[in-house]
């Protein structure tokens, strides 16, 4: 396998904003930009490691200043907001780029 740089490192899917009701999913970047607003159902699968920080979705936290990090899919209205799990899909500590390599792309 090739080594990744810092920068394909960071383009890679770092989090997910997933609804666990539908499987639907947005992926971002390590700094917060949006990939897709439709993860492919392996993304979406690969979120769902039990080894992953799993957090709700805080609306109002998004709205007082974080709009501009994690731009939320159109899918996510105010009624599916409730129930959002942001998902960060890197354990805790340093990685190997065969780890990153893992990630599905979208």
Known sequence: MNELSY???LSLPHSVLLDP???RAAAY???HRLITE???PALVQYAQNPEWKVQKFDA???AQGLPEW???PAWATPDVQARLLLVHLRP???QS???WQTIPKK
Request: net charge negative; hydrophobic share 20%; aromatic share 0%.
């Open 38 to 40: 439709t993860a492919t």
């Open 7 to 9: 920068v394909e490192k």
């Open 70 to 72: 994690r731009p939320l």
């Open 92 to 94: 805790h500590g340093v």
């Open 60 to 62: 109002r936290q998004h």
């Open 21 to 23: 009701e539908t499987q």
């Open 97 to 99: 780029d065969a780890e």
């Open 29 to 31: 970047t390590g700094n």
